[in-house]
C-alpha cells in the first residue's frame, strides 16, 4: 500500500521548518532551510520553502496529499493563493495552501480547538479561531505593530538608552547595548543598528530581558509596557469573539515561551478583564498545524 503523507511549513524570519506527517499525524521526517519570510527577500523566502518541501519528497518514498505553508510576512504582502501557485509550481504541482505563519501556529497551538494564539517572536499577532471564523488583531509588521515581540522590545529599550545619553542621565540600558553592538558610544551603536536585519535586532530582546529579571527599573518597565500592549491586542480580539467566548489562549514564539516576566505581565493585564481565560503555552512544531487544518482549499497549481 502506498504510504500516504502530508506536509507542513514553518517559515520564518530567521529559518525555515517542513515537516512530513503521515495522515494519522505521526512524523515522517524533517527539513530545514534559510528564512521564509517573504516580505523581507521574497525571492530566496520562496526558494528556501520550496527547498525544504523538496527535501521531503526525494527522500519520502509516498504520496503527498497536501502541503500547508506558513509564511512570516504574509499578511503584509498578500496574494496567498498566487504564492502558493509559485511553491506548487516548484514543489510536483501538489495541491498547496499557504497561510500566515500565526495561522498555522493557531492550528497546531489549539489542536483544531476554538481559541486563540498569540505569537511573540521577531513579531507578533493574534489570531482568533471561532466555528471555523478567523480572527487577527495586530500582526502589521515592525513598522507599524508587533507589539510584544523581540523586535519592539529592542527598539523600545534602544529608544530609552538613547534618550538618557541625550539627557547624560544614568541607564543600564546604554552600557548594555554598547556591548551587544560592540561599541564605545551610541552614536556608533545607531550606525550599526540600520545595517542589522529585523531577526538580528529582535535577538537582543534576550539580553534586555536579563537585565530586567536581575532588577533594573528600566529595563522592567519596557517589558512590562510590551506586555501590556500585546495583552491590549489579545483583549481585542476576544471582544470581537461571538457570545459564548472560548477562553482559551495558546502562547507561542520565543519571546512568550522564554520571558516568564512578561507573561506574568500579560496574563494580569487580560484577567483584569476576562478572568476565565486559560492560557497555555504552545511548544510543538507549528508545522503540526497542517494535521489540523480542516480547509478545502487545496488544489493543484501550475506556473503560468
Not at 33 to 57: F, H, K, M, R
Not at 236 to 258: F, Q, W
Not at 259 to 285: C, H, T
Request: hydrophobic letters at 40%; glycine letters at 10%; one cysteine or more.
Amino acid at each position: 500500500m502506498t504510504l500516504k503523507y502530508q506536509i507542513g511549513v514553518d517559515a520564518g524570519g530567521t529559518h525555515t521548518t517542513a515537516i512530513a506527517y503521515d495522515l494519522t499525524g505521526k512524523e515522517l521526517a524533517r527539513s530545514e532551510a534559510g528564512p521564509g519570510q517573504v516580505n523581507t527577500d521574497y525571492n530566496s523566502a520562496i526558494n528556501n520553502i520550496t527547498t525544504a518541501i523538496n527535501q521531503l519528497i526525494n527522500q519520502i518514498i509516498g504520496d503527498c496529499q497536501r502541503i500547508l505553508c506558513g509564511i512570516a510576512g504574509l499578511s503584509v504582502i498578500g496574494n496567498a493563493s498566487e504564492i502558493a501557485g509559485e511553491i506548487s509550481a516548484k514543489s510536483n504541482n501538489l495541491p498547496t495552501r499557504a497561510i500566515t505563519d500565526s495561522l498555522l501556529a493557531l492550528y497546531n497551538g489549539l489542536e483544531g480547538e476554538d481559541g486563540g494564539l498569540v505569537i511573540a517572536g521577531t513579531g507578533s499577532v493574534f489570531n482568533g479561531l471561532q466555528k471555523g471564523s478567523i480572527i487577527t488583531t495586530g500582526g502589521y509588521g515592525s513598522i507599524l505593530g508587533d507589539e510584544g515581540s523581540g523586535y519592539a522590545i529592542t527598539i523600545s529599550a534602544f529608544k530609552s538608552a538613547l534618550l538618557s545619553w541625550d539627557k547624560r542621565q544614568k541607564n543600564q540600558l546604554i552600557p548594555l547595548f554598547n556591548q551587544l553592538f560592540k561599541v564605545d558610544n551610541l552614536v556608533d551603536a545607531t550606525a550599526k543598528f540600520y545595517k542589522m536585519s529585523n531577526p538580528q535586532i529582535a535577538s537582543m530582546a534576550v539580553s534586555v530581558a536579563k537585565l530586567a529579571d536581575n532588577g533594573d527599573k528600566n529595563a522592567t518597565s519596557i517589558i512590562k509596557k510590551q506586555a501590556e500592549l500585546l495583552a491590549r491586542d489579545i483583549i481585542i480580539g476576544i471582544d470581537r469573539y461571538e457570545e459564548p467566548k472560548p477562553m482559551k489562549v495558546a502562547l507561542t514564539g520565543s519571546v512568550l515561551a522564554n520571558n516568564q516576566m512578561l507573561r506574568n505581565f500579560l496574563e494580569e493585564k487580560v484577567w483584569a478583564k476576562y478572568p476565565d481565560v486559560q492560557f497555555s503555552i504552545s511548544n510543538g512544531e507549528n508545522a503540526r498545524g497542517v494535521v489540523f487544518d480542516k480547509s478545502k482549499d487545496y488544489r493543484y497549481f501550475t506556473s503560468h
